[in-house]
């Protein structure tokens, strides 16, 4: 298993499960530095952590923990 088990933080990182795909990221994000990070324009997208909406609001204070499935959701506008 190359030294990998979920729920453990191997080389410094965590594993999440981003909009269907697993991926690594540090440990201690939030979901806005998540974002940040990902270069995602947080001024229209909606983020799912764990099948609970997490208001803007609350982005800078909720941690994204090792395990995490996370959805964001971009918003397009058209007519």
Partial sequence: MNGERRGFVTGG???IILNGERTRVPPDLTVS???SRL???ADR???E???AIVRKRDWDSTGVPDGSRIEVVQFV???
């Fill in 49 to 51: 952590l764990n099948k």
């Fill in 45 to 47: 997208v909606a983020v």
């Fill in 33 to 35: 530095a998540l974002l």
């Fill in 39 to 41: 270069e995602i324009e």
């Fill in 77 to 79: 506008g058209g007519g």
């Fill in 13 to 15: 990182l965590i594993e």
